[in-house]
T-cell receptor
């Protein structure tokens, strides 16, 4: 069974631009969570989607948004990029939102110049 | 802020047991202890979790003190492939709407031949 895939793997943007990252969960998984990982702040929870609905949201500004499609694929969007948004963005999937075992993808490395 | 403290780094000889400690003195009654690990350049991997009883699975054992203020993750026979950053986190059980997981800096475990 294929794992969680994230595209693109690497991305370079400039301040003020917006970016969309994509995550395809493991087949059959309906819950997708997004995390931001930086050297200074560590791994922080962004939001979680299940059945196309956002179930939970971390403490990030409104510039960070996401959505989930009917096939469980998810996208996250960051508008008006800031230098501090440079990070590894990780997506994790699980069968549903109650399952403890989440499977993480390799991440998208975003660099904001 | 992360609610756990872990040593920043540890070494372990290959084939020996690796015992990774974690302090979570402010853990609430409805919070579980979870362990994940992250091998360089990969997404985190779920290892194990528990509430108050000791737990064991094919990867590791989790020992939680009676007062629940600390725990130890045990890798019974460490191999070179266990070299990774290990994260101990406390969180309410998956599925709760206020589950906003925060990862601390973790422990960098080096398994030495």
């Amino acid at each position: 069974k294929a794992g969680v895939t994230q595209t693109p793997r690497y991305l370079i943007k400039t301040r003020g631009q917006q970016v969309t990252l994509s995550c395809s969960p493991i087949s059959g998984h309906r819950s997708v969570s997004w995390y931001q990982q930086t050297p200074g702040q560590g791994l922080q929870f962004l939001f979680e989607y299940f059945s196309e609905t956002q179930r939970n949201k971390g403490n990030f500004p409104g510039r960070f948004s996401g959505r989930q499609f009917s096939n469980s694929r998810s996208e996250m969007n960051v508008s008006t990029l800031e230098l501090g948004d440079s990070a590894l963005y990780l997506c994790a999937s699980s069968l549903d939102f109650t399952y403890n075992e989440q499977f993480f993808g390799p991440g998208t490395r975003l660099t904001v110049l | 802020d992360a609610k756990t403290t872990q040593p920043p780094s540890m070494d372990c000889a290959e084939g020996r047991a690796a015992n990774l400690p974690c302090n979570h003195s402010t853990i609430s009654g409805n919070e579980y202890v979870y362990w994940y690990r992250q091998i360089h350049s990969q997404g985190p991997q779920y290892i194990i979790h528990g509430l108050k009883n000791n737990e064991t699975n094919e990867m590791a054992s989790l020992i939680i003190t009676e007062d629940r203020k600390s725990s130890t993750l045990i890798l019974p026979h460490a191999t070179l492939r266990d070299t990774a950053v290990y994260y101990c986190i406390v969180r309410v059980e998956r599925g709760t709407s206020y589950d906003k997981v925060i990862f601390g800096p973790g422990t960098s475990l080096s398994v030495i031949p």
